[in-house]
C-alpha cells in the first residue's frame, strides 16, 4: 500500500484575515500554508510538523468526533478542522496557559463551534465520577501527540510548561493509550505520533485494545531511519498489523519533498486507511 497525500481544494477554506495584535510572550505562528494563524509560547513547548501529520492521518469524516488526549495550543486539532469544518474535536489539557490558547486561537480562526478544551489531566478520563468530562466510547476517533521524554532520561528544559510537556513516567504512555481507547467507540481509530524508538512501547500499550495496526514512518531524508512514526489501530477489530512505505520529509537540498510540502502547506490528507 502507498500512503499518498490527497488534497480536496474545495474542502480547505481561504487564509484568514490579517491577524491582530499578537501579545507579549507569545508568537503567531502560520500552519498550512497560513490557512491557521496560531499563538504559541515564544519559550516552552511549540507545536510543529508532527501536530499536522498527525491531524492529516485522522480517518474523519463529516459529522464524526475526534477525542484529543493533551491538546496543547490546539494545532492537530485545528488542522483536523481546517480539513474538515465539518467534524468537532475535545481535547484534554493539564496546564491552564496551553487550554486557555487553545482555546484562543479556535476564537481568532473562526472554529469556537468545533472545539471544546477541558482543562484537567488526561488520566482523569478515565474516572466516571467527574461530569465535566466526556462519556466514555463517545468519540468516533481519538488522537495524540505524547510527551517524547521519559523521565530521568533527559535534562529537563528550564521552563516549566515544557518540561510538562515533554516528561513523562514509566506507566504515562500506556495510560494515554488506554483513555483514548475508553474514550473511542467500537471501531473507532486512535492515532499516535512519536519517535521512532518509542514503536515498541506504543505496540505494547496497543496490544490487546486494538487490530488493524497501520505504522507509517517518517523519515528526515532519503536513505535516513525513520525519525518518528505514525501508528493508528481500530478498537474492536482483529485485522493484522501493516507495516506501511512511510514518507520522507526533505530532499537533498533541505527542502520538504512535493508529498511533505503537500500535508504541511497544500492541506493534503495522509490517510492510512
Keep these: 500500500m502507498q500512503v499518498t497525500a490527497q ?42 510538523i508532527d501536530a499536522v501529520f498527525l491531524a492529516a492521518a485522522i480517518p474523519c469524516v463529516a459529522g464524526e468526533t475526534v477525542f484529543e488526549a493533551g491538546i496543547g495550543t490546539g494545532v492537530a486539532a485545528l488542522c483536523a478542522i481546517v480539513r474538515n469544518p465539518a467534524i468537532h474535536v475535545t481535547g484534554i489539557e493539564i496546564a491552564a496557559r496551553y487550554s486557555m490558547l487553545c482555546e484562543e486561537n479556535a476564537k481568532r480562526n473562526g472554529f469556537s463551534h468545533s472545539l471544546r478544551v477541558i482543562h484537567a489531566d488526561v488520566k482523569d478520563a478515565l474516572r466516571k465520577d467527574l461530569s465535566h468530562l466526556p462519556q466514555h466510547g463517545s468519540f ?8 517524547y521524554f521519559e523521565e530521568g532520561k ?64 517518517l523519515y528526515a531524508r532519503e536513505g535516513t531511519a525513520a525519525s ?40 493534503s490528507t495522509w490517510r492510512l486507511r
Excluded at 21 to 48: C, M, N, W
Design 7 to 48: 488534497v480536496n481544494p474545495a474542502q480547505i477554506p481561504p487564509p484568514p484575515m490579517a491577524p491582530s495584535a499578537v501579545p507579549h510572550s507569545l508568537t503567531e505562528d502560520a500552519f498550512l500554508g497560513g490557512r491557521l494563524r496560531i499563538l504559541q509560547p515564544e519559550k516552552g513547548y511549540r507545536a510543529g
Design 140 to 147: 468516533s476517533h481519538a488522537i495524540a501527540n505524547p510527551p
Design 154 to 217: 533527559s535534562t529537563p528544559s528550564p521552563h516549566l510548561l515544557k518540561t510538562q510537556a515533554h516528561a513523562f513516567g514509566p506507566e504515562d504512555l500506556e495510560i494515554w493509550v488506554k483513555v483514548m481507547h475508553t474514550m473511542v467507540a467500537l471501531r473507532g481509530t486512535v492515532t499516535i505520533v512519536h519517535r521512532a524508538e518509542t514503536l515498541g512501547k506504543i505496540l505494547g500499550a496497543m496490544d490487546e485494545r486494538f487490530g488493524d495496526i497501520r505504522i507509517a514512518p
Design 228 to 267: 518518528r512514526v505514525i501508528v493508528q489501530g481500530v478498537k474492536g477489530s482483529k485485522a493484522p498489523m501493516q507495516l506501511l512505505p512511510g514518507l520522507i520529509l526533505h530532499s537533498d537540498n533541505s527542502q520538504f519533498t512535493p508529498d511533505a510540502e503537500a500535508v504541511l502547506r497544500d492541506g
